[in-house]
Nanobody
Framework: QVQLVESGGGLVQAGGSLRLSCAAS????????MGWFRQAPGKEREFVAA????????YYASSVKGRFTISRDNAKNTVYLQMNSLKPEDTAVYYC????????????????WGQGTQVTVSS
């Protein structure tokens, strides 16, 4: 089993930046993809970005492409989401997730989840 712990959320003004972190522990050798998802009140959980555990491929939702960057630190078993040019519509709880068999942008395919971290962007 994989355990995930997110950090780095907070309140920021529109146009600002935040960096989220997700530390993985446990059976990290089983991980194939790490993803970030978000869920705003009253909305479905949606895909934000993903990265292969070996770091060779990255994937982004069209709504964040060019503004957000996903990366990983091998030594720390940590995945980051650098969020720039934030907009009020980016406000949501952000979750990191791990998947063991292949890339997917569907949250239902991910096996392990963190507890979530709140990101609030004020206008």
């Amino acid at each position: 089993q994989v355990q995930l712990v997110e950090s780095g959320g907070g309140l920021v003004q529109a146009g600002g930046s935040l960096r989220l972190s997700c530390a993985a522990s446990g059976r990290t050798f089983d991980i194939y993809i790490m993803g970030w998802f978000r869920q705003a009140p009253g909305k479905e959980r949606e895909f934000v970005a993903a990265i292969r555990w070996n770091g060779r491929s990255t994937y982004y939702a069209s709504s964040v492409k060019g503004r957000f960057t996903i990366s990983r630190d091998n030594a720390k078993n940590t995945v980051y989401l650098q969020m720039n040019s934030l907009k009020p519509e980016d406000t949501a709880v952000y979750y990191c997730a791990a998947e063991t068999s292949g890339y997917s942008s569907s949250w239902t395919e991910y096996d392990s989840w963190g507890q979530g971290t709140q990101v609030t962007v004020s206008s």
